[in-house]
């Protein structure tokens, strides 16, 4: 029996190679990009455990923290193309990818949904980060991208970012909180009564309701 792993990351060479020319501290800034599988697809298979397919998504960083709008959403066009192409190159390891969004320009990124996740059977769906330049996921800047999402059944895959707001944020512990509390705003949204089929899927092991089910349930209105 093949498993599908959903929560696969890369950091394809041509957009690492832009995005370091816009940034050259991103390796001090976040030293997991420095693992050789995220961009080495031999190293990536010798790696792999056996009779596993993988669904692969980029790592942070994201353009649109960096550039202007119109920028934002080019790199993002040609992050997706290389995406797209490594997918179809490594097929044998490769169930397919997730596509970035660029969230500071919002009619390219519904252009992406449409013309690009729709138009190519190997992207499964689009990955959204928790919060876009101090912004929550669930402002209603955002609304547009989770109705074209729910209009074309296609999933979210929600990651975090890093919240500049706390002084102790690391990876360990902070993105567990940030990506929890995207989580709930989503659901204080209404986007769930609004949008009923919305499928989101959560990284790092749906982070804290599994533990806190209890609290949830006693102290949450159903509403």
Request: glycine fraction near 8%; charged fraction near 30%; hydrophobic fraction near 45%.
């Given at each position: 029996m093949t498993k599908i792993d959903v929560f696969a990351y890369v950091?394809?060479?041509?957009?690492?190679?832009?995005?370091?020319?816009?940034?050259?501290?991103?390796p001090k800034k976040m030293p997991f990009i420095k693992n050789p599988v995220l961009m080495n697809m031999a190293e990536r298979r010798r790696t792999m455990p056996a009779d596993t397919k993988q669904i692969i998504s980029y790592v942070n960083p994201n353009p649109e923290d960096y550039l202007e709008a119109e920028v934002a959403a080019q790199l993002v066009r040609e992050a997706n193309?290389?995406?797209?192409?490594?997918?179809?190159?490594?097929?044998?390891?490769?169930?397919?990818?997730?596509?970035?969004?660029?969230?500071?320009?919002?009619?390219?990124?519904?252009?992406?949904?449409?013309n690009f996740v729709q138009a190519n059977s190997e992207i499964l769906g689009v990955q959204l980060f928790t919060?876009?330049?101090?912004?929550?996921l669930a402002d209603q800047e955002f609304r547009p991208i989770f109705e074209a999402l729910a209009k074309f059944d296609l999933p979210v895959w929600l990651h975090p970012v890093f919240d500049s707001r706390k002084p102790d944020n690391n990876i360990i512990f902070s993105w567990e909180y940030e990506q929890t509390q995207a989580m709930l705003q989503l659901v204080q949204a209404g986007y769930f009564q609004d949008f009923p089929d919305l499928k989101v899927i959560v990284h790092h092991a749906v982070v804290m309701p599994p533990y806190f089910a209890g609290r949830i349930e006693r102290i949450l209105p159903a509403d």
């Open positions: 950091l394809l060479p041509d957009f690492y190679r832009k995005m370091l020319e816009i940034d050259g501290d991103l193309a290389e995406l797209l192409s490594t997918v179809r190159e490594n097929s044998d390891i490769f169930a397919g990818g997730v596509a970035m969004l660029p969230m500071n320009n919002i009619p390219e990124a519904l252009d992406i949904i449409e919060r876009r330049l101090g912004k929550s």
